[in-house]
């Protein structure tokens, strides 16, 4: 089974441009949840998408946007970008087998994309 | 909120050693999620071991084995036998227990150096 994918791997980007980021998640995956990976922040949550719907946000400004298609991919916009962006974003999706934690809630993540905003 | 903490920016140990690496957390939740990940550089992040709250038995996965203290919000990674393939980020991680709530919050991580 092929694993979560991201495109672009890489991205470079001036600021006030926008940008969208795709990732298709594992066969048969329904959850997928973004995150942001900095040097100076870490790693925090942007947000998750579940049958086409947003579920859960993390503490990021309006410009952070994002959506899930029918056929679970998903992508992520950021628009008028700021030096601050740049960073690795990861994608990672999950089974979501619902009824107790099991093998179906393991976050898979992909390589992620680097976006460097200059 | 939930918080978790890794107080040990980077380790190291030699080649077949033990290692432990730290990770605090804080929570008013009873039911949640525990996880180790690994991100080996300029690759994927991937699951070591993960430990459910409502269990009392610390979860193992082959060289990998962790401390769950749940009083004292304690979870530590043990790693046996170092291997050179063993280094790598590693990330504590906490997911609460709601069904429809798949946010990790992350420690800052600790760096894991392999010496030969």
């Known amino acids: 089974k092929a694993g979560v994918t991201q495109t672009p791997r890489y991205l470079i980007k001036t600021r006030g441009q926008q940008v969208t980021l795709s990732c298709s998640p594992i066969s048969g995956h329904r959850s997928v949840s973004w995150y942001q990976q900095t040097p100076g922040q870490g790693l925090q949550f942007l947000f998750e998408y579940f049958s086409e719907t947003q579920r859960n946000k993390g503490n990021f400004p309006g410009r952070f946007s994002g959506r899930q298609f029918s056929n679970s991919r998903s992508e992520m916009n950021v628009s008028t970008l700021e030096l601050g962006d740049s960073a690795l974003y990861l994608c990672a999706s999950s089974l979501h087998q619902r009824g107790g934690y099991n093998i179906g809630d393991e976050q898979f993540f992909g390589p992620g994309t680097r976006l460097t905003v200059l | ?116």
């Not at chain 2, 990770?23 to 459910?52: A, G, H, N």
């Not at chain 2, 227990?97 to 798949?102: A, V």
């Not at chain 2, 946010?103 to 760096?111: D, E, H, M, Y």
């Open chain 2, 1 to 116: 909120a939930q918080t978790v903490t890794q107080s040990q920016p980077e380790m190291s140990v030699q080649e077949a050693e033990t290692v432990t690496l730290s990770c605090t957390y804080d929570t008013s939740e009873s039911d949640y999620y525990l996880f180790w990940y690994k991100q080996p550089p300029s690759r994927q992040m991937i699951l070591v071991i993960r430990q459910e709250a409502y269990k009392q038995q610390n979860a193992t996965e082959n060289r990998f084995s962790v401390n769950f203290q749940k009083a004292a919000k304690s979870f530590s990674l043990k790693i046996s036998d170092s291997q050179l393939g063993d280094a790598a980020m590693y990330f504590c991680a906490y997911r609460n227990g709601m069904d429809s709530n798949y946010q990790l919050i992350w420690g800052a991580g600790t760096k894991l150096i392999i010496k030969p």
